[in-house]
């Protein structure tokens, strides 16, 4: 029993030490489109009216944005109120915007194009989560200043917790 104990100690230990520790990450900090850089919800429940947040990084090397434009699932229910989507920096400083919604599209558009080298937080409140079924996936794209193409940054997909 002790030689087994020693084997898996000895084991461990040869994993911890031969596994290396840095993970694959990719690095967008040099890419030429904009991303989705995560999105969480609050609070972390089932029942209740949550907020939705996505976070945008547009990199340093990307054309500034002009447009962004959010799908929303159809699996959820929002107030389509437009004061329920709001728009910051990621330091927190509101970002002048005019949002309208056109059925389950919400279209974000900047006063101020958004430079490169930015990162958007975007929060949309009153979002009534569904009660069965996958968690809700909202579809991004945006258009650049100087083209009318809207070109797909991304999807944030959001678990239904139990």
């Known amino acids: 029993m002790k030689k087994v104990v020693v084997y898996v100690a000895i084991s461990t230990l040869a994993a911890a030490l031969l596994i290396p520790t ?14 989705i850089d995560g999105n969480s919800q609050f609070p972390q429940t089932r029942w209740a009216v949550v907020r939705h ?4 990084h547009v990199p340093k090397n990307s054309k500034s944005v002009s447009q962004l434009k959010i799908e929303v699932p159809n699996t959820i229910r929002w107030s389509d109120n437009t004061n329920d989507v709001v728009i910051n920096e990621e330091n927190g400083r509101k970002i002048n915007t005019n949002v309208s919604v056109n059925g389950k599209n919400i279209l974000l558009a900047f006063a101020e194009p958004i430079v490169p080298n930015t990162k958007l937080e975007i929060d949309i409140k009153n979002v009534k989560q569904p009660f069965l079924g996958n968690g809700p996936v909202y579809h991004l794209s945006a258009n650049f200043v100087g083209t009318n193409a809207e070109i797909p940054i991304g999807i944030a997909r959001f678990r239904v917790n139990l």
């Not at 840095?22 to 991303?35: K, M, R, S, T």
């Not at 947040?53 to 945008?56: E, N, P, V, Y």
């Open 53 to 56: 947040t996505l976070r945008i």
């Open 22 to 35: 840095n993970y694959a990450n990719a690095n967008q900090e040099d890419g030429n489109l904009p991303h």
